[in-house]
């Protein structure tokens, strides 16, 4: 099974863009995953082939129509689950972005203006996700970020497939830091535990860092962290209890 995105838009000239250079497009290239885009406007049905209105109620901006986005929705629908990009949606992490992964792909709608009316959130089974607590001038870029974010964890796409493994938000926390050579660099030199061979004691210190730096950073991450350490399967639980 290849993982197939679809991206709705109004500028299906911005894709592949970033994603058809590196990892990405050598995968694109080599079929590991697919991409096709749908142009919104294809899609209206009046004379001036309008895709969106004023706000009802007033306001500035313009809003896209339900009624063309249904029928470009509605021209691509099959089992991948739809995501429409929103400031409002749920934030995009690591765990979802495994999960989309390692399904059959993924219909990607892009909003621009002042986004979408509401009532195609409704009528169209799909997930309201955000790329986080800003606002973009369209959904295009936040649909590369989430393909991205996919792509790199398809098999065969990054060089190791291990590679994957111990990073940022894989295993809850952040990743440790890394050196490479040269050894000494402006009078800075690589953590001593890093060239003693010990593969024990590289890996304690890299826990450590990994935990430090969450801790500091990113408390929210560390709350969760600690939280699901300290509670002990149910067994395990009563046996300790007993
Ligand atoms: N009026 C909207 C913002 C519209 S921005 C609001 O205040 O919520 C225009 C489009 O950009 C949106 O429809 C959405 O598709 C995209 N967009 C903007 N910020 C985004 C974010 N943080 N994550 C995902 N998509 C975003």
Do not use: N
Request: hydrophobic residues 40%.
């Amino acid at each position: 099974m290849t993982f197939a995105a679809s991206v709705l838009t109004l500028y299906p000239e911005m894709f592949p863009g970033p994603l058809g250079v590196s990892l990405a497009g050598r995968a694109l290239a080599e079929g590991k995953w697919s991409l096709d885009t749908v142009q919104i406007r294809d899609f209206a049905t009046d004379k001036h082939r309008s895709v969106d209105d004023t706000p009802a109620g007033g306001g500035a901006g313009m809003v896209l129509r339900a009624d063309v986005l249904a029928a470009a929705i509605d021209s691509v629908a099959d089992e991948r689950p739809i995501l429409a990009l929103t400031p409002r949606g749920a934030p995009l992490t690591q765990d979802r972005v495994r999960t989309l992964a390692q399904g059959p792909g993924a219909i990607l709608l892009c909003g621009r203006f002042e986004g979408f009316d509401e009532r195609i959130f409704e009528a169209r089974a799909m997930e309201e996700v955000s790329i986080g607590d800003y606002v973009l001038s369209g959904g295009e870029m936040a649909a590369l970020v989430l393909l991205d974010a996919c792509v790199r964890l398809l098999p065969g796409v990054m060089g190791a497939a291990s590679s994957g493994d111990e990073e940022s938000f894989e295993s809850g926390l952040l990743e440790y830091p890394h050196y490479t050579r040269p050894i000494e660099w402006e009078g800075r030199t690589i953590p001593e535990v890093l060239r003693s061979g010990d593969h024990a004691k590289i890996a304690a210190w890299r826990k450590h860092e990994a935990e430090i730096v969450t801790r500091l950073r990113r408390p929210d991450l560390w709350e969760r962290h600690v939280g699901a350490r300290v509670q002990p399967p149910s067994g395990a639980r009563q046996k300790k209890d007993e």
